[in-house]
C-alpha cells in the first residue's frame, strides 16, 4: 500500500511516500481502507520533537537547535521516545475490509470512525495510547485498529468532512465535558480559528453556553458564523476586552504570554481547561490568581468513555458541522502541512490516499 512513512525529527524530509506492506491483523483488530485523515498539529509537534522537555517555545518559534536536543533526549513523543519509523494520521474515516478471525464479519463494508485515543489500561486509569503517536496511524491506504475503537457512524456527510472529526473535535469535547460546560455559563474559547478551538466553540454553544472567541482579525467573522457570541482580536488585552471576573470557564490550548489574562478574566469557583499550548508551553503563573478564586485547572489528554459516543450522536443528529478547510491527496502532505503551519485556514486541512487498484 501506499504511505507516507516519518522517518525521524526534523523537517518535511522526514515525511517518505512510498509503498509498504499492509497491516496484518492481530486477534481484537480490524483492517480500514482510509477514505479521509484530517491534518493536526500533533502529527507536526511529534515530527519536530516539540513535545521534549528541551524545548521552550511554540511551534512556530521552534529553533534547529531544540530540534537536535529533542532528539538527542528522544523525549519528543506524547508518551515515551517516538517509535520512528513509523505512519502518522491521528485522523480516520474508514471502511472496514477485513476482521481478524473470530471477530464480527457482520461490520465488513461499515463507514466508520476511530477514536484514535486508546485508555490501554482500562476507563479507571488515565493511562493512554493514540494512534498515530505511538502505533502506525492513517496516513495510507490502510490502517488496522481495535475493533472496540471503530464507531459506525450513520450521515450524509463526505469521507473529508467526517475527517475533520475525530482528534479535534475528540479533543474539545473532552475539555467541555471535563470542565461539565452547562447552559448560561460564559466560556472563553482561545485559538478559536483552529480544528480544536472552532470545534470547542460548537461543542460549548451546543450545551447552551455563551462564548466568547478569541482568533485572529481576519478569521473573525469565519468564527463568529460558527456560533461565537463575542469576539476578541488576537493581540487584544482580554482582561480590557471583557472585565476581571466576567468568565466561567477558559478553554485555551494557546497558552503562552496571554496565560495570565486567561486566569485574570475567570470567576471566583471559575475552570481553566486545556489540551495543548501551541502559543508556547512556557507560562508566568499568578498563584494569587489561582488559590485566591478558588480556580481549578484541568488538564487534558486521555479522553473520558463518553466522549467519541458523544461525536457520534452529535453528528448523526445534526448537531454540529465540519469545517472543512481544503483536501489534498495524500502525496502531497508536505503541502498540506506547509499551509497548515501559516495559520491562514479555518477548519481542517484533510488528505486523501490514492483509490485502490
Not at 486566569?263 to 469557583?269: A, C, F, M, Q, S
Request: proline fraction near 5%.
Amino acid at each position: 500500500m501506499k504511505a507516507v512513512v516519518t522517518t525521524g525529527n526534523g523537517g518535511y524530509d522526514k515525511l517518505e511516500y512510498r509503498d509498504v506492506p499492509i497491516p496484518t491483523l492481530s486477534p481484537g483488530e480490524v483492517l480500514l481502507q482510509v477514505l479521509a485523515a484530517g491534518v493536526n498539529n500533533t502529527e507536526i509537534n511529534t515530527r519536530l520533537g516539540w513535545y521534549s522537555s528541551s524545548v521552550k517555545a511554540g511551534t512556530e518559534a521552534l529553533t534547529d537547535a531544540e530540534k537536535e536536543e529533542a532528539k538527542i533526549k528522544a523525549d519528543g513523543g506524547w508518551n515515551e521516545a517516538t517509535p520512528f519509523p513509523f505512519i502518522q494520521g491521528t485522523d480516520c474515516c474508514g471502511r472496514i475490509v477485513a476482521v481478524a478471525p473470530g471477530g464480527d464479519e457482520s461490520t465488513i463494508g461499515l463507514r466508520v470512525l476511530v477514536r484514535p485515543c486508546i485508555r490501554s489500561s482500562g476507563w479507571n486509569s488515565l493511562e493512554n495510547i493514540w494512534m498515530a503517536s505511538d502505533f502506525d496511524g492513517a496516513f495510507a491506504q490502510f490502517v488496522k485498529i481495535g475493533a472496540e475503537e471503530v464507531f459506525p457512524v450513520d450521515c450524509d456527510w463526505s469521507d473529508a468532512e467526517l475527517g475533520t472529526i475525530p482528534c479535534a473535535y475528540g479533543t474539545a469535547e473532552n475539555m467541555v465535558y471535563r470542565a461539565k460546560v452547562k447552559k448560561g455559563e460564559h466560556v472563553l474559547v482561545a485559538g478559536a480559528s483552529g480544528g480544536v478551538g472552532s470545534a470547542a466553540v460548537q461543542l460549548a454553544k451546543r450545551r447552551g453556553a455563551v462564548v466568547t472567541a478569541i482568533a485572529g482579525r481576519e478569521k473573525l467573522e469565519q468564527v463568529q458564523s460558527i456560533g461565537a457570541d463575542h469576539i476578541i482580536a488576537r493581540g487584544d488585552n482580554i482582561v480590557t476586552a471583557l472585565g476581571d471576573r466576567s468568565v466561567d470557564v477558559v478553554v485555551d490550548n494557546v497558552a503562552g504570554e496571554t496565560f495570565g489574562e486567561m486566569l485574570k478574566v475567570l470567576k471566583r469557583g471559575g475552570r481553566y481547561v486545556s489540551s495543548g499550548a501551541i502559543g508556547g508551553p512556557l507560562v508566568t503563573l499568578d498563584m494569587r490568581d489561582f488559590y485566591l478564586k478558588d480556580l481549578t485547572m484541568i488538564g487534558c489528554t486521555a479522553w473520558d468513555e463518553p466522549v467519541f459516543p458523544n461525536l457520534i450522536s452529535y453528528i448523526e443528529k445534526g448537531e454540529i458541522r465540519p469545517l472543512l478547510a481544503k483536501t489534498l491527496p495524500l502525496d502531497q502532505i508536505v503541502e498540506a502541512q506547509r499551509a497548515f503551519t501559516e495559520k491562514k485556514h479555518v477548519g481542517k486541512f484533510v488528505l486523501i490516499p490514492p483509490p485502490l487498484k
